[in-house]
């Protein structure tokens, strides 16, 4: 059933959240996973013949090779990548761009250990495949309105949601390079150059920290298009709040200290914001909101783990 070949990274990662269907759903499709499974294992050798789904190819990972001299690079200083699946049919003039998700790191040695990762460096980065159940899927009965776009999903490497715009400096000297907002604009001119100056409509989401940075980038996304292309936004598991969570602290906003004031995330800051309050409150999405107005659909768990 999974087939997943052993050089491709399934999308669906434990510690990222994906586009689910509803927990009731997910419980009928581990039923019938369970079955289905019980029937391979049965009919064994068989099983190509008669349950032939057609496997998603992996997605190879396409380099920003040329952006490097804009500066547009990982932590790690190696260019940032993204995956296209070409749209196909009505969904052809159609295009998805999905900002990857996966933590900030707001001090030195946090994004120093990052480099060593696939979340601050691309040398770490393997190919994807659009399966599981979300809105990437390109599987028409698990994804009836998505599945034939133009999927881009766009790698998060620079650990402050593609907001950032600094350099400093790891302990052993070596350089850390904050630049996510460049990436994402980088990573948006060569779509753009690739048929997405095209698009009939267009979607941008993110999940978790690629979440955020979909708020953060959605009104500029929009702005990239004429007034008659339909462009929305959608942002599961970004909706961070800036509370105290059980254990009394405020952890986000610590966190969101870092982040703003070591990768210099101000200047994507609404400026509303910054005239009366700290950088770092004008990172959360309850004063990002105040000022867009491209049409956005948020998703967010009253259960997330992570803001419990
Ligand atoms: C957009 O469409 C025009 C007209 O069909 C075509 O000439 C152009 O190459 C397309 N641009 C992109 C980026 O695909």
Request: net charge negative.
């Amino acid at each position: 059933m999974d087939m997943v070949p052993a050089s491709a990274e399934p999308l669906l990662h434990p510690e990222q959240c994906q586009l689910r269907p509803s927990d009731h759903r997910r419980w009928w499709v581990l039923v019938a996973a369970a079955l289905l499974l019980m029937l391979l294992v049965t009919v064994g050798p068989l099983h190509p013949m008669l349950f032939g789904v057609p496997q998603s190819e992996p997605v190879a990972l396409i380099l920003l090779t040329a952006a490097q001299e804009k500066g547009a690079v990982c932590l790690d200083g190696t260019p940032p990548g993204y995956h296209l699946q070409r749209g196909s049919g009505d969904g052809s003039s159609s295009w998805h761009i999905h900002l990857q998700g996966g933590g900030w790191c707001g001090t030195v040695n946090d994004c120093s250990n990052r480099r060593m990762s696939d979340l601050g460096s691309s040398k770490f980065m393997k190919p994807i495949q659009f399966t599981g159940a979300g809105i990437l899927s390109s599987d028409h009965l698990q994804n009836p309105d998505f599945y034939n776009w133009n999927k881009a999903y766009v790698r998060y490497c620079d650990g402050a949601s593609f907001s950032g715009d600094a350099e400093g400096q790891a302990e052993d000297g070596t350089i850390l390079h904050f630049r996510g907002l460049r990436i994402y604009q980088a990573v948006i001119d060569e779509l753009m150059e690739k048929g997405l100056a095209n698009a009939t409509q267009a979607i941008l989401t993110g999940c978790s920290a690629g979440g955020l940075a979909t708020f953060v980038h959605c009104d500029d996304f929009s702005a990239r298009f004429s007034h008659k292309v339909s462009v929305k936004c959608l942002v599961d598991a970004g909706f961070i709040l800036d509370v105290k969570d059980i254990s009394g602290q405020r952890s986000f906003r610590s966190l969101y200290g870092g982040v703003v004031h070591l990768q210099n995330v101000r200047q994507v800051l609404p400026k509303d914001c910054l005239t009366n309050k700290e950088p770092t409150e004008c990172f959360f999405p309850a004063e990002l909101i105040k000022s867009i107005h491209t049409p956005m659909f948020i998703v967010n768990s009253g259960y997330d783990p992570a803001q419990i």
